[in-house]
Structure formats: C-alpha cells, structure tokens
C-alpha cells in the first residue's frame, strides 16, 4: 500500500486509509474512519471514528472531521473550518446517541474559518465562502458566504463565480462549459 505517513501522526488499528493519501503532522486517523485514495491530511488534523472520506478529499491543517460527517470525492476543506455533530451540546449532558449526520457532496469547497452546523448537506460542487456560518442546507453549485451564510450565487465546477445571461446560460472561463439556471438550480449542461 502506498500510503505516507509522517512519524508524529498517530494512526489508530480499525481506520482504513486508501492508496495515494498522505497524512502530515500531528494529525490522528481514529478507529472506524475511512479515508479514500489519494487524500491529503493536513497537519494537527483529526479524523474520529465512522467519519468517512472520498477520494481525492483534501484536508487542509487544523480542521477536527467528526463523527457523523461524510465527504465524497474531490471535497476541499479548508484550514481550521469547523464541523459540528450536535445542536445542542452540554458538557454535562452525553449527547453522543443525538450526534447528526452532515454531508458534503461531490467537488466542495468549504473556505478557511467557515463553521458548518450539523444536519445539512452541501451540494455538488457548492462553495462556501471563508469564515461563513452555515446553518442550512446548500444547492448544488451554489455559493454561500457571511453570517449566517447566505446565496450569493453560483459557482462552476472549476471555481469560478458563474454569469448568467438573458438566456440564463452562463460559461465557465477556465473550461468552457455551459451552465443553466432553471428554477433556482444549476445544472452542467453536456454537449452530445
């Protein structure tokens, strides 16, 4: 298996980490957790138990995945964002049978310092703004940011902020494709 490791990360028996993933510094996979091909774990980052991860997902330092969280592939995390797997927490009061799943789909980007409340889903290739608060649920290619997060637009696969003309098509300027906005969803349109 090749798999890269740095000496000072703590890798726990039961996790499963694929082919081509690398984890830095600090960091620590714990038992049930499922980490895909071809990952980057950054430094002082944990991974708990029953989280999974797709491939390609990249995890950028400082950044705690809990349990409860599902990321598919080519998912972007950005340095020190938040998760949260509990509405309500209480020190005093276990709250570990109430934790909430979240899940981040396909190709998204959560921004540096962002906090995501537990319990949503984060559509394909949504793209959450640094430091935005997310408390609800984000369309696929939508784009969010602020406090609490909000629509601010759309986004391409490729990242980049997408404009829609009359016809409410817009083209990506890296790749060159075509988006349509119907009914307050975007979809890729494919050429046959």
């Not at 890798?11 to 091909?37: L, R, Y």
């Not at 989280?51 to 390609?56: F, K, R």
């Not at 400082?62 to 990321?71: A, L, P, R």
Request: aromatic share 8%; net charge neutral; with cysteine.
């Amino acid at each position: 298996m090749n798999v890269q490791i740095h000496p000072t990360a703590v890798i726990d028996e039961g996790c499963q980490i694929g082919n081509g993933t690398k984890i830095w510094h600090f960091s620590h996979i714990m038992p049930g957790a499922v980490i895909g091909e071809n990952c980057n774990i950054g430094q002082n980052v944990v991974i708990s138990p029953g989280v999974i991860l797709g491939n390609n997902v990249k995890v950028q330092n400082n950044v705690s995945v809990y349990t409860g969280v599902i990321c598919e592939d080519d998912v972007f995390l950005g340095p020190s964002m938040v998760f949260t797997n509990v509405i309500n927490p209480r020190s005093a009061i276990p709250r570990k049978n109430e934790y909430k799943q979240t899940l981040v789909k396909k190709g998204a980007t959560i921004g540096a310092n962002a906090t995501i409340v537990c319990g949503i889903t984060l559509g394909e290739y949504a793209f959450v703004g640094a430091g935005s608060v997310v408390t609800k649920d984000v369309k696929p290619f939508e784009l969010v940011f602020g406090n609490p997060a909000r629509h601010r637009g759309w986004m391409s696969v490729h990242g980049h902020k997408l404009n829609f003309d009359k016809n409410s098509v817009a083209v990506c300027p890296e790749s060159g494709w075509k988006y349509k906005l119907a009914n307050d969803q975007v979809t890729l349109e494919i050429d046959e």
